[in-house]
């Protein structure tokens, strides 16, 4: 079975401060997914990486993926509050999507 | 363009009754997937429906059962419910029967068993 694991698992940070969330993966995938969840909710899809070296950027995240390592990186930039959330990345293989542990992100003023 | 939609938001049951939870796909999905988020914790694989047919199926015993319509929504059926069965039951859906198609999540069903 594939592993999906991510660290930190718990992740407190003052704001303006930068930070990275890293996602291993077991298996061969060329494509992952990060989404975001806040408390209570569902998920949200922040990211989709189609390809090796692949890297998009959103506001003060940034999201990168190398498939040769099977690591993706979050990388988040003078984080602000509104950043404070549990996210996920994603590896669909084989027949179902396998989700990572989270990193709960929490964003301190 | 509605995204998937759950129903009920949230219900509450008793142990030994049975829970059935709804999900619409958007338009033009085929597929369909459930998951198990207890409290606290990830989430867990539970059943991937598409045209019709149950495509793959996580480790969950087989209480937990569901079922694709022509239209392709789908129903989860969770019999002789047990305490731990107490989570926020999320519906996906993506365009194609192709796993690697992108997961769009609706707001979720929260079950609470007493």
């Given at each position: 079975?594939l592993k999906?694991?991510?660290?930190?698992?718990f992740?407190?940070?003052?704001?303006?401060?930068?930070?990275?969330?890293?996602?291993?993966?077991?298996?061969?995938?060329?494509?992952?997914?990060?989404?975001?969840?806040?408390?209570?909710?569902?998920?949200?899809s922040?990211?989709?990486?189609?390809?090796?070296?692949?890297?998009?950027q959103?506001?003060?995240?940034?999201?990168?993926?190398?498939?040769?390592?099977?690591?993706?990186t979050?990388?988040?930039?003078a984080?602000?509050?509104?950043?404070?959330?549990?996210?996920?990345?994603?590896?669909?293989?084989?027949?179902?999507f396998?989700?990572?542990?989270?990193?709960?992100?929490?964003?301190?003023? | 363009?509605?995204?998937?939609?759950q129903?009920?938001?949230?219900?509450?049951?008793?142990?030994?009754?049975?829970?059935?939870?709804?999900c619409?796909?958007?338009?033009?999905h085929?597929?369909?997937?459930?998951?198990?988020?207890?409290?606290?914790?990830?989430?867990?694989?539970?059943?991937?429906?598409d045209?019709?047919?149950?495509?793959?199926?996580?480790?969950f015993?087989?209480r937990?059962?569901?079922?694709?319509?022509?239209?392709?929504?789908?129903?989860?059926?969770?019999?002789?419910?047990?305490?731990?069965?107490?989570?926020?039951?999320?519906c996906?859906?993506s365009?194609?029967?192709?796993?690697a198609?992108?997961?769009?999540?609706?707001?979720?069903?929260?079950?609470?068993?007493?």
């Open positions: 079975e999906v694991e991510q660290n930190p698992l992740l407190s940070m003052q704001e303006g401060k930068n930070y990275t969330i890293y996602c291993n993966y077991s298996t061969t995938s060329d494509r992952l997914y990060w989404y975001r969840q806040d408390p209570g909710k569902s998920l949200e922040l990211f989709v990486l189609l390809s090796n070296g692949a890297v998009k959103e506001g003060r995240l940034m999201a990168s993926l190398d498939t040769k390592a099977r690591l993706s979050l990388h988040i930039t984080a602000v509050h509104d950043l404070s959330a549990t996210y996920f990345c994603a590896v669909p293989t084989g027949n179902q396998y989700f990572g542990t989270g990193t709960s992100l929490t964003v301190i003023p | 363009e509605a995204g998937v939609t129903s009920p938001t949230h219900l509450i049951k008793t142990r030994g009754q049975q829970a059935t939870l709804r619409s796909p958007i338009s033009g085929t597929s369909v997937y459930w998951y198990q988020q207890a409290l606290g914790l990830g989430l867990q694989f539970l059943l991937w429906y045209e019709g047919e149950e495509r793959n199926r996580g480790n015993p087989p937990f059962s569901g079922r694709q319509f022509p239209n392709y929504s789908s129903e989860l059926n969770v019999n002789a419910l047990e305490l731990e069965d107490s989570a926020l039951y999320l996906a859906s365009k194609t029967g192709n796993p198609g992108e997961l769009f999540f609706g707001e979720g069903s929260r079950l609470t068993v007493l």
